[in-house]
């Protein structure tokens, strides 16, 4: 399970790169939790998320113009039923965070970030939640995912680029329904026991999204 902590962010994030985007968007809010996992979790398939040195992801909490109405989940294929979620991607090595925004908006929905009225607008840079893992077999892992809140045209259709995404479906659920979705996530190892770790380490993210929303 997740469990809130008091910010310790020097040893999970690049404070250069957070100066960065504080200067372009405002210092965001800062959270960490503490998890406590064990294999597949970061071992298997599907659940690699450090895998290849990433050291972060992003998450685009995506509307079509009005967040109370409606926020973007995603499902793929070979998530357990129900499993819908906040899409994320990871940030490569070497990769700045605004890029991967970009890159991965592009790659899963098949719209351009940017300012024009038929692209993928950014609104603000919601938070940053910090992970303090303990992993069974690893040992200590640290990880973070960075949200932003974007703006889609209202009239725009999800075309999902790459393949290798597996993308099962798409979903809506208002900002005030994001607990309902953590919860899910959190008991996703009733419907299957090798992704309880993951369900509980996305849980965590659901929930810093409902309360930055609906504070």
């Known amino acids: 399970m997740a469990m809130p902590t008091q910010p310790s962010l020097d040893r999970n994030l690049d404070p250069l790169e957070l100066v960065e985007l504080a200067q372009q968007w405002g210092m965001p809010p800062l959270r960490q939790c503490a998890l406590t996992v064990d294999d597949p979790f970061l071992t298997g398939e599907h659940q690699l998320l450090t895998q290849n040195g990433r050291r972060a992801e992003i998450c ?4 079509r113009g009005d967040p109370a109405t409606g926020l973007l989940l995603h499902i793929k294929t070979f998530y357990p039923p129900g499993a819908f979620r906040l899409p994320t991607g990871g940030i490569q090595v070497g990769e700045r965070v605004m890029h991967a925004l970009a890159r991965e908006v592009w790659e899963e929905t098949g719209l351009q970030l940017g300012s024009a009225s038929d692209q ?3 609104n603000r840079m919601l938070g940053v939640l910090a992970y ?3 992993h069974r077999q690893l040992g200590p892992v640290e990880f973070a995912t960075y949200f932003f809140l974007v ?3 209202p009239t725009a259709e999800l075309h999902p680029l790459d393949a290798d995404e597996h993308i099962g479906g798409w979903d809506w659920c208002k900002p005030s329904d994001l607990g309902h979705v953590a919860e899910v996530l959190d008991s996703v ?3 299957s026991s090798t992704w309880a770790d993951w369900g509980h380490f996305r849980a965590a993210g659901h929930h810093f999204v409902a309360d ?3 504070e």
């Open 212 to 214: 930055l929303l609906t």
């Open 132 to 134: 303090d893992i303990l």
């Open 189 to 191: 190892y009733l419907r």
């Open 151 to 153: 703006q889609m045209p």
């Open 60 to 63: 685009y909490v995506m509307h």
């Open 120 to 122: 993928v607008q950014i």
